[in-house]
Each structure stands twice: as structure tokens, then as C-alpha cells.
């Protein structure tokens, strides 16, 4: 038993509260009144400990964000040596504090091309919707205030405050009170195995999937769009990774179209892909003209977000604009900036970022290249600290599990109890390890991953679904 849990009678006595008066996000409670929730009570590196001490291999990162790994010192140092110092002051009204100074100078300092401004928020859908705040003022300042629509794709995920949610593409949000809003477009997803024809090339594909862009923005009028939004690899659509070109396409029609070009890298930022910004990658490889972040830039060990504003809006904005009418109590908070201070060196520091591309990477896709050898697994996918896998009833027909069969979280329940945290997306199953993961570390989570497989497999067979 890890010394951080509580004993039996407490452990129960807390998970019976939490069932009846915690409402979770994406959990359904009638599943949380059928089976109460794991409780994870410690973290060090790529583990964690849950109340009944199984140690987990945290292939998630928690959401996405833990790429540093749990429980490091100089993270926690940092918020506590700061919350001492000063634990709240505001970036409102003509003030402003060391800490955020600091972080704006060195995020502007690591962002690709020309952005040289930075707008802070509490987390990725803030910032998401900060940025949608900022688009609709810049074509104003432009003359332009019927560019007020944004596009962007199914089954994107950009937040959960009204307009992230809009933005994002997820059906099963948008059929929840009344979204998207006004002015919200989607276009279909780069996801050649779900929408390419057959014998159509990777290339040829990009191309097509590109072009749904120009066609919409045809359709709604190029005078009434004001910007794309994109995350450069889909992460909690499934870890879609779109073909080579794909991106550089989307870039050429929007410049063509004068619409801008939005990243959001609050997954793919701060090394996920193995780059600062996963724009930078050189299978995405374009400019675009804002970036919302989040995640990784804490390490999670604080919440903090933004957007990366390039010249053309940020000059539109602080040189013209007048006060931009938006911000949030803990904009630029300072111990989440000393945090994220922290982290960004360690990053620098520990050659995180080296460790990705050289190693890690290589091995998690080498790890679910086997994977998909699987009798139930197939079609690896992933690019940098991402991968994914898709299960199927009948891997050489291509034939899916039914919804019923609940393949995805089957799966999702046999990890955790194989010891390794994946998430489901429907039938395919990702994961998004900590940056600093060792290649033996990737091996265990691949080999628990494979344990999960076999033991999905004989449930399913149980079960009369195989
Ligand atoms: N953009 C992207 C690309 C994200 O992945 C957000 C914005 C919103 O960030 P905040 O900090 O407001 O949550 C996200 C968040 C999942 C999962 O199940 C993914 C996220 C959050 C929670 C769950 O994969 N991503």
C-alpha cells in the first residue's frame, strides 16, 4: 500500500462521496453508481499508484499534458517557492508580475516564425476561445466584419466552453444544448482509413482532403471566413495523423483565400512531436499565423494556456486595436507562469525534445508496429509521442466490432488492469506517454498493452462477440 492512500474504511467512505456528489467530466454516472471509480493517490516518473497500491504505467500522460512525468521536484519547487513570493497577483489594468513577463519573452522567444506576442489564459479551451475572441476583432480593425466564420474539422477537439465546443467536430457534444453556435463550420477529418477510396495514394488523398477546405470556403463565401483552426496531429479524435502534404495544402488555400491559419497545439505543443510546436514538424511543417497552447507547457503540474499571436493579428491588435475587451482572473497567474518557466527548462535542459526524436518515438512505434500484429489489432498509427491502434472483429475483412460489443472500453479496463493506462476512442485505442519515457519503460507499456489484447480477446470471446 502506497503511503499516500487511505485505509480501507476512508478509501470507501471518500469513493461513495465522490459517487454521489462529484459530477465528473465525460463520465456518465449511472456507469460511476455501477462501479465507483479508480482513485489514483500518487505519481513518480511514467507511474502511478492507485488507492489499493497497483502501480500504472501512465502511457497518457494523464490527458495528454504530463510530459515531463510525475512527481520532479523543481516543478513543485517552483509553485511553492512562488505561492511563498507571491501567490496571486493580476495582468489587468496596467499591471503585470515577473513571472509572466518572463514566460512571454521566452514562449515568443520559442515560437516558430513571427510571433512575437502571447495572450494568456487558464487552460486549451480558454485559449481556444480566446483566439476565436481575437480573429473576429482583427478582420474588424481590417474593415472585414463579416469574416466572422471559422472552420475547422470533425471530430476535432479544441475545449468544452461554448465556442471550443463549436469549433471542435465531435457529434456527440454538438447534439447537447444547441451547438455549435453561429458561424461555426466543419469539413471532413484527414483520416485516409476511414475516408479514402481504394487504391487512392497517400498523396493524392492529402490533396482531396485539402481541397474540402477550398470547397467550403467557396460554398460559405471567402469574404465571411475568418480563419481554419487545425491541430497538426487530431488527438482526441483518435490520434489522426494526416497524410504527408496535407497540411502544406491547407496553408496554400488559405493564403490564397486570405483566411487565416490557426494550430492548435494544446496537445501537440512542447515536444509531443518531438519539436517545440508540432507545426514545426517536418511531416506538418507549415507557419500558421496564431497557435493556442496548453498542457505540456506546465507539464499539467499547474493549469495554464494561451495563444501565440503572429505580426499581422498581433500588430492589428496592440498597435490599433484599443483594449481588447477579454481576460480571465488567472491570466498570466504567477506561480503557473513559474511552473511553466520550470518546465520549459527542463525541456531545454534534459534535451527532451532530443530524446523524442531520436529514441523514444522509435520505439513506441516500433512497440505498436508489434502490437498490430495482434489477432484483434491492426493499422498502427502515430506520429512523435503518439500512437494508435484500431481494433477489429475480423482484421483481414476489415469488419468492425459492433457499438454493443463496447470493444474500446473493454479494452480501456483490461489495461489499467494489465497496468498501463490507454485511452478508447470508440474502437481504436491510443496513447500519449510522457516525453521522458526510456525505451525499457516503452517496451513494459507495449508488453502490458499486448497482455490487455489477449485478455479483451478472451472477454470478447466469453461474451460470444468472437
Ligand atoms: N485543444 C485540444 C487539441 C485539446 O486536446 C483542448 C483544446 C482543451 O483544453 P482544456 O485545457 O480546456 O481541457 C484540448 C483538451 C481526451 C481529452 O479524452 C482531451 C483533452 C481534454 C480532456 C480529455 O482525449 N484535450
Same mark, same amino acid.
Given at each position: 500500500?502506497s503511503?499516500?492512500?487511505?485505509?480501507p474504511?476512508?478509501l470507501a467512505?471518500?469513493?461513495?462521496?465522490?459517487?454521489?456528489?462529484h459530477?465528473?467530466?465525460f463520465?456518465?454516472?449511472r456507469?460511476?453508481r455501477?462501479?465507483?471509480?479508480?482513485m489514483?493517490?500518487?505519481?513518480?516518473?511514467?507511474? /502511478?499508484?492507485?488507492a489499493?497500491g497497483?502501480?500504472?504505467?501512465?502511457?497518457?500522460?494523464?490527458?495528454?499534458?504530463?510530459?515531463?512525468?510525475?512527481?520532479?521536484r523543481d516543478l513543485?519547487d517552483?509553485?511553492?517557492q512562488?505561492l511563498?513570493?507571491?501567490?496571486?497577483? !493580476?495582468? $489587468?489594468?496596467?499591471?503585470?508580475?515577473p513571472?509572466a513577463a518572463? *514566460?512571454?519573452?521566452?514562449?515568443?522567444?520559442?515560437?516558430p516564425?513571427?510571433?512575437?506576442r502571447? $495572450?494568456f489564459t487558464e487552460?486549451?479551451?480558454?485559449? !481556444?476561445?480566446?483566439m476565436?475572441?481575437?480573429v473576429?476583432r482583427?478582420w474588424?480593425l =481590417?474593415?472585414?466584419?463579416?469574416?466572422?466564420v471559422l472552420?475547422?474539422?470533425? !471530430?476535432?477537439?479544441?475545449?468544452?466552453?461554448?465556442?471550443?465546443?463549436s469549433?471542435g467536430?465531435?457529434?456527440?457534444?454538438?447534439a447537447?444544448?444547441?451547438?455549435?453556435?453561429?458561424?461555426?463550420?466543419?469539413?471532413? =477529418?484527414?483520416?485516409?482509413?476511414?475516408? @479514402?477510396?481504394?487504391?487512392?495514394?497517400?498523396q493524392? $488523398?492529402?490533396?482531396r482532403a485539402?481541397g474540402?477546405?477550398e470547397?467550403?470556403?467557396?460554398?460559405?463565401?471567402?469574404?465571411?471566413?475568418?480563419?481554419?483552426?487545425?491541430?497538426?496531429v487530431?488527438?482526441?479524435g483518435g490520434v489522426?495523423v494526416p497524410?504527408a @502534404?496535407?497540411?502544406?495544402e491547407? =496553408?496554400?488555400?488559405c493564403?490564397?483565400?486570405?483566411?487565416l491559419?490557426v494550430?492548435?497545439?494544446?496537445?501537440? @505543443? #512542447?515536444?509531443?512531436?518531438?519539436?517545440?510546436?508540432?507545426?514545426?514538424?517536418?511531416? /506538418?511543417?507549415?507557419q500558421p499565423?496564431?497557435?493556442?497552447?496548453?498542457k505540456g507547457?506546465?507539464?499539467?503540474?499547474?493549469?495554464l494556456?494561451?495563444v501565440?499571436?503572429?505580426?499581422?493579428?498581433?500588430?492589428?491588435?496592440?498597435?490599433?486595436?484599443g483594449? #481588447?475587451?477579454?481576460?480571465?482572473t488567472?491570466?498570466?497567474h504567477?506561480?503557473?507562469?513559474?511552473v511553466?518557466?520550470?518546465?520549459?527548462?527542463?525541456?531545454?535542459?534534459?534535451?527532451?525534445?532530443?530524446?523524442?526524436?531520436e529514441?523514444? =518515438?522509435?520505439?513506441?512505434?516500433a512497440g $505498436?508496429?508489434?502490437?498490430?500484429?495482434?489477432p484483434?489489432?491492426g493499422?498502427?498509427?502515430?506520429?512523435?509521442?503518439?500512437?494508435a491502434? +484500431?481494433?477489429?472483429?475480423?482484421?483481414?475483412?476489415?469488419?468492425?466490432?459492433?457499438?454493443?460489443a463496447q470493444?474500446?472500453?473493454?479494452?480501456r479496463?483490461?489495461?489499467?488492469?494489465a497496468?498501463?493506462? +490507454?485511452?478508447?476512442?470508440?474502437?481504436?485505442?491510443?496513447v500519449a506517454?510522457?516525453?521522458?519515457?526510456t525505451?525499457s519503460?516503452?517496451?513494459? +507499456?507495449?508488453?502490458?498493452? @499486448?497482455?490487455?489484447?489477449?485478455?479483451t480477446r478472451?472477454? *470478447?470471446?466469453?461474451?460470444g462477440w468472437?
Amino acid at each position: 500500500m502506497s503511503e499516500a492512500a487511505p485505509d480501507p474504511t476512508a478509501l470507501a467512505d471518500l469513493l461513495a462521496g465522490d459517487v454521489a456528489h462529484h459530477l465528473h467530466p465525460f463520465t456518465d454516472p449511472r456507469e460511476l453508481r455501477r462501479r465507483a471509480p479508480r482513485m489514483i493517490v500518487r505519481g513518480e516518473g511514467v507511474r /502511478i499508484w492507485d488507492a489499493q497500491g497497483h502501480e500504472i504505467l501512465d502511457a497518457m500522460s494523464g490527458l495528454w499534458c504530463v510530459g515531463l512525468g510525475h512527481g520532479r521536484r523543481d516543478l513543485a519547487d517552483a509553485a511553492h517557492q512562488q505561492l511563498r513570493r507571491l501567490a496571486y497577483y !493580476n495582468t $489587468f489594468f496596467h499591471t503585470t508580475t515577473p513571472q509572466a513577463a518572463e *514566460l512571454a519573452r521566452e514562449l515568443t522567444a520559442l515560437a516558430p516564425g513571427d510571433m512575437d506576442r502571447v $495572450f494568456f489564459t487558464e487552460g486549451g479551451s480558454t485559449a !481556444n476561445d480566446t483566439m476565436v475572441r481575437m480573429v473576429r476583432r482583427y478582420w474588424e480593425l =481590417q474593415g472585414q466584419p463579416r469574416r466572422r466564420v471559422l472552420i475547422a474539422r470533425r !471530430n476535432g477537439y479544441h475545449g468544452s466552453t461554448l465556442a471550443a465546443a463549436s469549433l471542435g467536430g465531435m457529434a456527440d457534444m454538438h447534439a447537447q444544448g444547441g451547438l455549435p453556435l453561429p458561424d461555426f463550420e466543419h469539413i471532413e =477529418q484527414p483520416h485516409q482509413l476511414a475516408l @479514402g477510396l481504394p487504391g487512392e495514394t497517400g498523396q493524392e $488523398f492529402a490533396l482531396r482532403a485539402a481541397g474540402w477546405l477550398e470547397q467550403r470556403i467557396a460554398d460559405i463565401g471567402p469574404e465571411r471566413v475568418a480563419a481554419f483552426v487545425m491541430e497538426p496531429v487530431q488527438g482526441a479524435g483518435g490520434v489522426i495523423v494526416p497524410p504527408a @502534404g496535407y497540411a502544406r495544402e491547407i =496553408q496554400r488555400i488559405c493564403r490564397r483565400h486570405d483566411v487565416l491559419l490557426v494550430s492548435d497545439e494544446v496537445i501537440c @505543443g #512542447f515536444g509531443r512531436l518531438g519539436h517545440w510546436f508540432g507545426c514545426q514538424h517536418p511531416h /506538418i511543417d507549415i507557419q500558421p499565423d496564431l497557435i493556442t497552447f496548453a498542457k505540456g507547457v506546465t507539464s499539467g503540474y499547474l493549469p495554464l494556456g494561451g495563444v501565440l499571436v503572429g505580426r499581422r493579428v498581433g500588430d492589428a491588435l496592440a498597435l490599433h486595436g484599443g483594449e #481588447f475587451e477579454h481576460g480571465f482572473t488567472y491570466s498570466g497567474h504567477p506561480a503557473c507562469c513559474a511552473v511553466a518557466l520550470a518546465a520549459l527548462r527542463a525541456l531545454r535542459t534534459e534535451g527532451v525534445l532530443e530524446h523524442v526524436r531520436e529514441r523514444a =518515438q522509435q520505439r513506441l512505434h516500433a512497440g $505498436f508496429a508489434g502490437l498490430a500484429r495482434h489477432p484483434l489489432a491492426g493499422d498502427a498509427a502515430g506520429l512523435g509521442m503518439t500512437a494508435a491502434l +484500431m481494433l477489429w472483429r475480423d482484421k483481414a475483412r476489415r469488419e468492425p466490432f459492433p457499438a454493443e460489443a463496447q470493444v474500446g472500453l473493454r479494452c480501456r479496463e483490461a489495461c489499467f488492469d494489465a497496468g498501463v493506462v +490507454m485511452r478508447a476512442v470508440g474502437s481504436r485505442m491510443i496513447v500519449a506517454p510522457p516525453l521522458v519515457s526510456t525505451e525499457s519503460e516503452i517496451d513494459e +507499456m507495449c508488453r502490458r498493452i @499486448g497482455l490487455a489484447l489477449d485478455r479483451t480477446r478472451d472477454g *470478447l470471446r466469453a461474451d460470444g462477440w468472437l
